[in-house]
């Protein structure tokens, strides 16, 4: 497998010092260069007649990478490392998010009406008129962030405690992205009757709840249940996010290599929550030819020990990975590292599209078949077409909670989708430019709008 690209995931700061004397900076740089790391920002701290103090920005490729360059500086003749550490963990030192107030409480009078005895008139209007809870509460721009740390990001089961950094970092998305309030539930069980009741208990503040990192099968009874007993949008982001994110992408990919989604042979790798809330979609939007594999293989008719998700994409061929990718057209992996290899992608169909979502490593590294794809994305923002769900979920919550939607439905997804598709122009439009970028001010915007429109023809929209 190639080596990881160094990028700021693994990013570390030293800080050092040196003689003030021609070629000394140099001299750390080229160090830093030869053993592979990717100099970013380059501060002087201080400079006197005698030393210069500097402070550099480093991109690794991994931890060890980091200590590498570290213990190499240090190695130097006249270099003087004064200090180092990671700039991920200093970034989450006490946490991202913090809670602000609104309104100023500096004199008698604003507390009062902020609080007693002021509040006690509006709790009786809300009391009075429960649908007022919008209008006058935080509740109408707010979405809980659940999870129970049972399959976090690509590390597993990790618990809720180690959950919550991603958790506060999908908070600082939605207000960042959607102009959202959200924070983090992280439930300290996972049982899912137990993960339905807490839900439940709390809802009442939330105009939304954004499921997150819950292990399948168990994720797909605790949404269907919550959309089913409570009266405000549930979004599973593992499972929908991936999903409209991958089908805009494809959606633009398709007209890279001029083929269209009823004709082409779909393989999806990785059967969890991903995997078959991108079938159901895929097939909404027009897919006819899927062929989905876990860990076994492909799904077939033969074998008995699908789950019901599962067994719904069970096809009549057996076989395995390699077997389901011959003649694709496309192979969408949401699985494991390294599955794939570069033979697997070479007996594919003429023009083939692939997607490696897998995160941080993907299924395969794009540099071992930069000749053998017409398009291939990632999950992975250092390489081109990043699969990123922050072009979804802010814009889908922003949209469902504007119109007061009771619900989601698929068409909401696919309008979501299309949207996204939508804002790369047949002039922008190449292999390596198949999705917006997460930072392009539209996105959110064009999602939530379509969500919307989808919303009120679906007959969910409640304003």
Do not use: W
Request: glycine share 6%; hydrophobic share 45%; proline share 5%.
């Amino acid at each position: 497998m190639a080596n990881l690209t160094p990028n700021p995931s693994y990013s570390l700061s030293i800080r050092f010092q040196v003689p003030n004397q021609p070629g000394m900076l140099a001299s750390v740089t080229q160090v830093v260069s030869d053993r592979g790391g990717n100099m970013g920002q380059i501060d002087v701290v201080e400079q006197t007649r005698d030393s210069s103090t500097r402070e550099i920005v480093v991109d690794t490729a991994s931890t060890e990478h980091a200590e590498e360059i570290i213990q190499a500086v240090r190695a130097l003749p006249n270099v003087k490392v004064l200090n180092s550490y990671d700039r991920t963990f200093a970034l989450h030192q006490g946490g991202k998010i913090t809670v602000r107030s609104k309104a100023p409480l500096s004199r008698q009078s604003d507390l009062a009406m902020a609080y007693t005895p002021g509040v006690g008139r509006v709790c009786m209007a809300i009391a009075q008129d429960p649908d007022r809870v919008y209008e006058l509460t935080i509740k109408r721009n707010t979405v809980a962030i659940v999870t129970d740390g049972s399959a976090v990001l690509g590390l597993g089961n990790l618990g809720p405690e180690a959950a919550m950094p991603v958790m506060e970092g999908k908070a600082m998305l939605f207000k960042e992205f959607g102009g959202l309030d959200a924070f983090p539930i992280c439930l300290a069980t996972q049982d899912t009757d137990a993960i339905v009741e807490a839900v439940k208990n709390i809802a009442p503040v939330f105009g939304g709840i954004n499921l997150e990192d819950i292990a399948a099968p168990r994720c797909f009874e605790i949404e269907a249940r919550l959309q089913k007993e409570l009266n405000i949008p549930i979004f599973h982001d593992d499972q929908h996010g991936t999903a409209i994110v991958t089908l805009a992408a494809l959606t633009n990919a398709l007209k890279v290599v001029k083929k269209s989604l009823p004709t082409v042979k779909i393989v999806i790798n990785g059967a969890g929550a991903a995997g078959v809330a991108i079938a159901h979609l895929l097939l909404k939007a027009g897919a006819t030819q899927i062929v989905m594999c876990d860990s076994k293989g492909i799904l077939s008719s033969d074998r008995t020990d699908l789950n019901d998700q599962k067994r719904a994409f069970a096809v009549e061929q057996p076989g395995k990975l390699a077997d389901a990718m011959k003649a694709a057209d496309i192979f969408l992996g949401v699985s494991a590292p390294g599955v794939v290899t570069p033979e697997m992608v070479r007996s594919m169909a003429k023009d083939p599209i692939v997607f490696a979502m897998a995160n941080p490593v993907p299924e395969i590294q794009p540099e071992l078949v930069r000749d053998d794809v017409a398009v291939m994305a990632t999950g992975r923002s250092d390489y081109p077409n990043q699969i990123n769900n922050v072009l979804a979920f802010p814009g889908v919550f922003r949209g469902a909670l504007d119109c007061r939607a009771s619900g989601f439905t698929t068409s909401m997804y696919l309008g979501a989708a299309l949207a996204i598709a939508s804002l790369v122009s047949e002039d922008e439009l190449s292999r390596e430019n198949i999705i917006p970028s997460v930072f392009d001010d539209r996105v959110a915007t064009a999602v939530a709008d379509a969500v919307q429109r989808a919303a009120r023809e679906d007959g969910v929209a409640r304003i």
